[in-house]
């Protein structure tokens, strides 16, 4: 059974970084495109990042750019969200989220597996 599971949310102040991570089980996911998404209460889920296979290609939705990183270790079925320069407008909860092809994506229905997500909590 596939199982994706991210870590690494929590309460940090405005300006602060975290780095998350998802970690895949019950399938090697090194030739599927990865991404990061987001839902803050009362909003729509939205895309953050994406990764292709070979993490040689990254795409960021424009509000996290230069603040966020996508990065992934094929070796250990993970995939990683580098946050720095938090703010309040970061606070969410991070779904990861596994591609149908190798490619990057920013399209919900381009993925297949989903993560159950992590908090995120950006406050003074």
């Known amino acids: 059974q596939v199982q994706l599971v991210e870590s690494g949310g929590g309460l940090v102040q405005p300006g602060g970084s975290l780095r998350l991570s998802c970690a895949a089980s019950?399938?090697?996911?090194?030739?599927?495109?990865m991404g990061w998404f987001r839902q803050a209460p009362g909003k729509e889920r939205e895309f953050v990042a994406t990764?292709?296979?070979?993490?040689?290609?990254?795409y960021y939705t424009d509000s996290v750019k230069g603040r966020f990183t996508i990065s992934r270790d094929n070796a250990k079925n993970t995939v990683y969200l580098q946050m720095n320069s938090l703010k309040t407008e970061d606070t969410a909860v991070y779904y990861c989220a596994v591609g149908k092809t190798l490619w990057i994506s920013h399209y919900e229905t381009e993925y297949d597996y989903w993560g159950q997500g992590t908090q995120v909590t950006v406050s003074s």
């Open positions: 019950g399938r090697t996911f090194g030739n599927n495109g």
């Open positions: 990764i292709n296979r070979s993490g040689s290609t990254t």
